[in-house]
């Protein structure tokens, strides 16, 4: 009896356990259940991917002909750039000979755009004013010399030269009594201030000129090349022609006492220039004409001490001055071009100077200009680098101040000018 009651017992405490294990049990799997769920996936992909295939189809039909339009745009784009050109053209030649017409007539001219060239003589200024004279659209010459108040050479009549100007038209016309004595007397004109009055004479006096001779070549665009004379040469410009374009050509001032000590050497007085050189720069000019290498060997300076600090003086407060007082009164009017930029990159800065003057500055024509201007059609053939000391093109390179200036000239020069050099670029610091 005891035995069948611990039976019934054991049996009741292992019914819990039972279904407790039974409750935990994974429930029997469905056939194929994984198999349909990777098919209805498998499905999904392909419906996505066929979209995608037909999205693609659209896009490249949509591209085909988009390229389409875009070619044709581009013809139409070439046709209307010829058109254009060709009808620039005809403008220029119409307003050149209205412009011609009206001077003949002694008629207002319509404005014709005015630029100058301006820097320290021997920084460029000449190539520059090739570079723009070959271009379709611009006249650029020089040197006019319509600035200057303070610039006379009363020895001119010593010299054999049939064009070295005695003064500039602004000396000459602030020099001429009679006029003074007009303009102060007159009843248009006695009421107003001289020296204004002389200013915007000087003023007419170089657009008449100017205008007539653009007229006359067709260009629409006219320049001189206007090297530094006198002491305040842009404010000059600023007050005789204020709304005129000045672009200011800037040259390591190392550089360009070399060039000017040879220009100098080649356009002595008794060579039908107007230079006045001292005894022993002449016979250094004839040492180093015979033999440049040797002379150079020989440690001897190209340079008399006072004109090269003269020379570095001047370079240093002129190019100060013009850095400072062109944007302040121009303003958008002035521009600035390193002759070692030029002389690199020659597109891009032409290019940029173009833009600034309003003519057309596309690739052709740049290169065009480049080509007409190069040193070695200049030079008669000479490459960059090879010196003929007699040639307007003398060498056509930069930093040619390193074979030449002695220990001597570059403390002289840097005493001078060597805070300058500092400021432009040209030397991180006195240690040169």
């Known amino acids: 009896m005891l035995n069948a009651v611990a039976a019934d017992n054991d049996r009741d405490q292992s019914k819990p356990a039972a279904v407790e294990a039974a409750g935990q049990a994974e429930p029997p799997a469905r056939p194929g259940g994984p198999q349909r769920q990777l098919r209805r996936e498998l499905r999904k992909r392909e419906a996505e991917t066929e979209r995608l295939r037909a999205e ?102 010593r010299m054999s030269s049939e064009t070295l100007q005695p003064s500039s038209l602004y000396r000459a016309l602030t020099d001429a009594n009679y006029l003074r004595a007009w303009i102060e007397r007159s009843v248009w004109t006695r009421d107003r201030d001289l020296d204004e009055q002389l200013a915007e004479v000087t003023r007419a006096l170089t657009n008449h000129f100017l205008a007539t001779s653009a007229a006359a070549s067709g260009k629409r665009i006219v320049g001189d090349k206007t090297p530094f004379l006198g002491s305040s040469p842009v404010e000059e410009i600023a007050e005789v022609y204020p709304d005129a374009k000045v672009i200011h050509i800037i040259r390591d001032g190392r550089d360009v006492a070399v060039s000017a000590m040879h220009h100098l050497w080649k356009h002595e007085i008794d060579l039908g220039g107007g230079m006045d050189l001292r005894g022993e720069e002449a016979k250094n000019r004839d040492a180093y004409q015979a033999n440049p290498a040797e002379y150079l060997r020989s440690g001897r300076s190209i340079f008399l001490p006072k004109r090269l600090a003269r020379g570095a003086r001047e370079w240093a407060q002129l190019v100060d001055q013009t850095m400072r007082k062109g944007p302040e009164l121009l303003g958008r009017n002035y521009a600035e071009v390193r002759y070692e930029a030029l002389l690199n990159r020659p597109e891009r800065e032409l290019a940029r100077l173009l833009s600034f003057l309003g003519a057309a500055g596309d690739d052709r024509t740049v290169d065009a200009c480049i080509e007409a201007a190069s040193f070695e059609r200049w030079s008669k053939g000479r490459e960059r680098g090879q010196e003929d000391s007699t040639h307007l093109m003398r060498k056509g390179i930069s930093g040619d101040w390193k074979n030449v200036f002695t220990d001597v000239d570059r403390r002289r020069f840097k005493a001078q000018a060597g805070r300058m050099l500092i400021e432009l670029g040209y030397e991180r610091d006195a240690n040169w």
Not at 86 to 100: I, Y
Not at 141 to 157: I, L, M, S, T, W
Request: some cysteine; charged content about 30%.
């Open 56 to 157: 693609a189809v659209a896009l490249r039909v949509r591209l085909e002909k988009a390229e389409r339009r875009v070619k044709n745009l581009s013809q139409r784009a070439t046709r209307l750039e010829a058109q254009e050109k060709k009808s620039d053209r005809e403008l220029d030649e119409l307003r050149g000979a209205v412009q011609l017409a009206a001077t003949e007539r002694g008629l207002p001219a319509p404005a014709t755009p005015v630029f100058f060239i301006t820097g320290q003589a021997k920084s460029g200024t000449s190539w520059l004013m090739r570079l723009l004279n070959a271009h379709p659209e611009i006249l650029c010459q020089g040197e006019g010399r319509f600035f200057g108040r303070d610039y006379k050479r009363p020895d001119v009549k």
